[in-house]
């Protein structure tokens, strides 16, 4: 069975830093881009980072660039998001996504909660 | 960016009726890059349409996409109990993902 499982949230202060994971099974997982989606209490889904199946092209949005790295492991068929330098606003379910021809996400995890709170 | 917005933000319709949900874009979409999501309470987004109109795997025929440029649709044509959820358009473009505000479909 394909899947996608993420985790690494929880609870941490503004300024401090987190690092999410997404472990991939039922796949080939290296032959996938990848991406984070998140979706704040309430509110919608924003689209946050992509990496491509070789981990070469990576993209971000601009609420996160310079503050956020995407990266996979292909050996280990995981994906990766460190966040740093964590705000309020980046409070939200963070979904690893599995990016089918480039431009939608065909495969979610079940998200990982990140609280950015004093 | 290419903003889209969804209307309504909520539909109030009965098991059976058809469901019409509007997403419009801020600039012309690709029709190849523009896709459904259905998203439950607690549950992460289900994967509906892609292409604008083709059906993802496993998704009923009931479910159905249209549109260009910057004018897309999501009917569902005979609501079903399951079919009561938020749904999302998205679209592709410039390196970047963007989703609708989303609208969500609940029993009247």
């Known amino acids: 069975e394909e899947q996608l499982v993420d985790s690494g949230g929880g609870l941490v202060q503004p300024g401090g830093s987190l690092k999410l994971s997404c472990a991939a099974s039922g796949f080939t997982f290296s032959t996938y881009s990848m991406s984070w989606v998140r979706q704040a209490p309430g509110k919608g889904l924003e689209w946050v980072s992509f990496v491509s199946s070789s981990g070469t092209t990576i993209y971000y949005a601009d609420s996160v660039r310079g503050r956020f790295t995407i990266s996979r492991d292909n050996a280990e068929n995981s994906l990766y998001l460190q966040m740093n330098s964590l705000r309020p606003e980046d409070t939200a379910v963070y979904y690893c996504?599995?990016?089918?021809?480039?431009?939608?996400?065909?495969?979610w995890g079940p998200g990982t909660m990140v609280t950015v709170s004093s | 960016e290419t903003v889209l917005t969804q209307s309504p933000g909520t539909l109030s319709l009965s098991p059976g009726e058809r469901a019409t949900l509007s997403c419009r874009a801020s600039?012309?979409?690709?029709?190849?890059?523009l896709a459904w999501y259905q998203q439950k309470p607690g549950q992460a987004p289900r994967f509906l349409i892609y292409?604008?109109?083709i059906r993802a795997t496993g998704i009923p025929d009931r479910f159905s996409g249209s549109g260009s440029g910057t004018e897309f649709t999501l009917t569902i044509s005979r609501l079903a109990p399951e079919d009561f959820a938020v749904y999302y358009c998205?679209?592709?473009?410039?390196?970047?993902?963007?989703f609708g505000q989303g609208t969500k479909v609940e029993i009247k």
């Open positions: 998205q679209q592709y473009g410039s390196s970047q993902w963007t």
């Open positions: 600039q012309s979409v690709s029709s190849n890059y």
């Open positions: 292409a604008t109109s």
């Open positions: 996504a599995r990016t089918w021809r480039e431009n939608t996400f065909d495969m």
